[in-house]
């Protein structure tokens, strides 16, 4: 590394207040690694970007504040207090949306603003606060890879199931998607009314939502029949067009729910849109801290209202669904 070499760091896991998982033995401090950045900087005068996708990711950014000489871009999925969100086994979060911008070719500005302006349209991720500390001005010159701008050959979804009133039960969800290359998956994720991220701790940041795959039904139309419309509220769902060179494409629209039952009665722990046997085997494992998970705060689920997930909600479930 020289001045004309820099070095990319791009570190995901799990995160708390200033402190980044290595392993499941150690825990980097972000004083310490503006110290490592500090000398590594004043010996070889390369310019660094940091990319850290983690919970409260954002509290690295005051501590890796570069001095005058220094050339650093800090970027973060988050801000001081916030959480980062990995859904669908990571298809949709903060890294794979910067990453499918800064494959088009987009500078590291351009690529933020982008990645910023898709999680604000996300209903899931709108108040996941990204950060960036640029205070040199290097962004919108720093590219990763070639540089080459390929221009945008995402999917576009041209049209969707509408916004509307529906019944309890099942309901059909399309799409209707222009795509330059040929897709490779296109699914519709659904966030129950019940589904809340209050108050989840710093060493959970994996959320496991209802979804479906959509099926090509005839010329560019996309279909399947979600089943688990059952309780009263508002349903938000996701499409999203995934194409074999990973460019994404999503739209959001919502269902609203009458007739159905209420969510205080409605026990869906793994959040798979019914109450099952599996259901129940998590209250338990919750209550023996086998399992922790994003999950502890559905509160709706709370049964008997003591502020935790056990076994009266395990035996109200069991109870339910054997009738």
């Known amino acids: 590394m020289d001045s004309n070499n820099p070095l990319l760091i791009y570190m995901i896991n799990h995160g708390s207040k200033d402190k980044f998982l290595l392993n499941d033995q150690e825990m980097l401090d972000a004083h310490e690694l503006d110290q490592w950045l500090d000398a590594l900087q004043l010996k070889t005068g390369c310019q660094v970007q940091v990319i850290i996708?983690?919970?409260y990711s954002?509290?690295?950014v005051d501590n890796l504040m570069p001095d005058n000489q220094q050339r650093r871009i800090v970027m973060t999925s988050t801000n001081n207090s916030g959480i980062s969100l990995y859904n669908q086994d990571g298809r949709e979060s903060f890294s794979y949306f910067l990453i499918n911008e800064i494959r088009k070719g987009y500078n590291l500005e351009v690529s933020f603003e982008n990645t910023i302006?898709?999680?604000n349209k996300?209903?899931?991720?709108?108040d996941q606060n990204p950060q960036i500390s640029d205070p040199g001005q290097l962004a919108n010159l720093t590219y990763i890879g070639a540089g080459i701008l390929f221009g945008d050959e995402s999917p576009v979804i041209?049209?969707?199931?509408?916004?509307q009133i529906i019944g309890s039960g099942q309901y059909p969800i399309y799409a209707e998607i222009n795509h330059l290359h040929q897709l490779k998956r296109v699914w519709a994720t659904i966030i129950p009314p019940y589904f809340s991220l209050s108050d989840?701790?710093?060493d959970?940041?994996?959320v496991h939502l209802p979804s479906i795959d959509l099926s090509l039904t005839n010329n560019n139309?996309?279909?399947n029949v979600y089943a688990h419309f059952i309780i009263d509220g508002i349903y938000t769902i996701s499409i999203v067009a995934q194409d074999t060179l990973d460019n994404i494409s999503t739209q959001e629209f919502i269902l609203c729910v009458e007739n159905g039952l209420s969510a205080d009665r409605f026990c869906d722990l793994d959040l798979d849109g019914q109450m099952s046997l599996r259901d129940a085997i998590v209250a338990i494992q919750l209550t023996s801290n086998i399992k922790k998970s994003i999950m502890n705060n559905l509160i709706y689920a709370d049964i008997n209202k003591d502020k935790k997930i056990g076994l009266p909600e395990a035996l109200f479930i069991l109870k339910t669904i054997s009738h």
């Open 117 to 119: 302006e898709i999680l």
């Open 53 to 55: 996708d983690a919970c």
């Open 221 to 223: 139309h996309y279909e």
């Open 158 to 163: 041209t049209s969707h199931t509408i916004s």
């Open 58 to 60: 954002g509290t690295f």
């Open 204 to 206: 959970t940041f994996s």
């Open 200 to 202: 989840t701790s710093a």
């Open 122 to 126: 996300k209903v899931l991720f709108s």
